[in-house]
T-cell receptor
Framework: NAGVTQTPKFRILKIGQSMTLQCAQD?????MYWYRQDPGMGLKLIYY???????DKGEVPNGYNVSRSTTEDFPLRLELAAPSQTSVYFC??????????????FGEGSRLTVL | QKEVEQNSGPLSVPEGAIASLNCTYS??????FFWYRQYSGKSPELIMS????GDKEDGRFTAQLNKASQYVSLLIRDSQPSDSATYLC???????????FGSGTRLSIRP
């Protein structure tokens, strides 16, 4: 099993450009999350999804959009990139057995720089 | 008030000693709490979860939860250089399926 796969691993964007960070998991997990981590800081929740067709905002959703058309995929869209979006982005998934367990399986991260 | 608060450190502990990491939270309804470890340049990994008041032990790690005081801690006994990492406290929000993290505490084990 590949687990949680994120692409690309590194990307440099110019201010105002747009891009999509891809996230796919092969564990049939219902719950998926996008976090960003600025240098020396913790993880901030951007968006999350509890299943296909259902998404919700986290702590820092401005400037981002998500979709969840399948259980496996949870892409994160950055519109009009700004330097403040320079960060490492982590996608994670989790399973539930009646209730969510809280154990997150993380991808390796995508390092984004906006110049 | 931040939802999950941690002392950012760095916390320096001699090898073989006990490292104590602390976390406070604001959501009184939260029932599930987690400690993740993150090595530099790597993804976080779960090391402990705790759901009930009291202590939970797993090898050299002990998680402690006090819901009345809204306080979670992690003790690492017989600290090793390999324990040097950032430790992230997290909770499952009571009113939604979102998992919120603190800012992390950087731990350094000195030989």
């Amino acid at each position: 099993n590949a687990g949680v796969t994120q692409t690309p691993k590194f990307r440099i964007l110019k201010i105002g450009q747009s891009m999509t960070l891809q996230c796919a998991q092969d564990m049939n997990h219902n719950y998926m999350y996008w976090y960003r981590q600025d240098p020396g800081m913790g993880l901030k929740l951007i968006y999350y999804s509890v299943g296909a067709g259902i998404t919700d905002k986290g702590e820092v959703p401005n400037g981002y959009n998500v979709s969840r058309s399948t259980t496996e995929d949870f892409p994160l869209r950055l519109e009009l990139a700004a330097p403040s979006q320079t960060s490492v982005y982590f996608c994670a998934s989790s399973y539930s057995q009646g209730a969510i367990t809280g154990e997150l399986f993380f991808g390796e991260g995508s390092r984004l720089t906006v110049l | 008030q931040k939802e999950v608060e941690q002392n950012s450190g760095p916390l320096s502990v001699p090898e073989g000693a006990i490292a104590s990491l602390n976390c406070t939270y604001s959501d009184r309804g939260s029932q599930s709490f987690f400690w993740y470890r993150q090595y530099s340049g790597k993804s976080p990994e779960l090391i402990m979860s705790i759901y009930s008041n009291g202590d939970k032990e797993d090898g050299r790690f002990t998680a402690q939860l006090n819901k009345a005081s809204q306080y979670v801690s992690l003790l690492i006994r017989d600290s090793q250089p390999s324990d040097s990492a950032t430790y992230l406290c997290a909770l499952l929000y009571s009113s939604a399926s979102k998992i919120i993290f603190g800012s992390g505490t950087r731990l350094s084990i000195r030989p």
